[in-house]
């Protein structure tokens, strides 16, 4: 079974400033998508960003990036220009490439905080 | 694009009682749904997998008695939480896949009180 781990529970990182996030998962499998959720005060899971394994070239989305080590089973993402509206739980996803399982696993949440 | 909805999205209910919480996809037909709970300051945790027209796929620990789903449409699921207990309060969260992308597209949630 897959499991995806996010060892920061919480960070705070000045206004404008950039975060980084972690998350590692461990897998067998070799084909699979990498997600991160933001989870805001309305409890709304919005889709920040993903990367499919087969992929090499990390994934970016405006002031969202990430840094995709497949070796290393590494998933983290940086924020940059940090703003207000940043602040959420930040959930890491996994989900197999294999249609018939498609089941996300999600990490524990890093909750970050934007300090003004 | 890509909106689901649920209702309702808060419900207070007595212990013993049953009750149905909707998830909708608005603007796309969903083959497959999602639902999922959430503890207070804890992660989502997969329920059970649902396709239209056929019956849900439960994860391991979840009784499939008590939390019934329904996806009888391309744009509808229910859950029934059937004689509800305080411990049934959680936040539940439904989310839609279309067949023609991995992508899940998740509701508002429904927070579930049992009084």
């Known amino acids: 079974a897959q499991t995806v781990t996010q060892s920061q529970p919480e960070m705070s990182v000045q206004e404008a400033e950039t975060v980084t996030l972690s998350c590692t998962y461990d897998t067998s499998e070799s084909d699979y998508y990498l997600f991160w959720y933001k989870q805001p005060p309305s409890r709304q899971m919005i889709l920040v960003i993903r990367?499919?394994?087969?992929?090499?070239q990390n994934a970016t989305e405006n002031r969202f990036s990430v840094n995709f080590q497949k070796a290393a089973k590494s998933f983290s993402l940086k924020i940059s220009d940090s703003q207000l509206g940043d602040a959420a739980m930040y959930f890491c996803?996994?989900?197999?490439?294999?249609?018939?399982?498609?089941?996300?696993?999600f990490g524990t949440g890093t909750r970050l905080t934007i300090i003004p | 694009g890509a909106v689901v909805s649920q209702h309702p999205s808060r419900v207070i209910c007595k212990s013993g009682t049953s009750v149905k919480i909707e998830c909708r996809s608005l603007?796309?037909?969903?083959?497959?749904m999602f639902w999922y709970r959430q503890f207070p300051k804890q992660s989502l945790m997969l329920m059970a997998t649902s396709n239209e027209g056929s019956k849900a796929t439960y994860e391991q620990g979840v009784e499939k008695d008590k939390f019934l789903i329904n996806h009888a449409s391309l744009t509808l699921s229910t859950l029934t939480v059937t004689s509800a207990h305080p411990e049934d309060s959680s936040f539940y969260i439904c989310s839609a896949r279309t067949g023609l992308t991995y992508e899940q597209y998740f509701g508002p949630g429904t927070r579930l009180t049992v009084t």
């Open positions: 996803a996994y989900r197999s490439a294999d249609f018939g399982n498609e089941k996300l696993t």
């Open positions: 990367q499919e394994a087969y992929k090499q």
């Open positions: 603007d796309f037909q969903a083959t497959t």
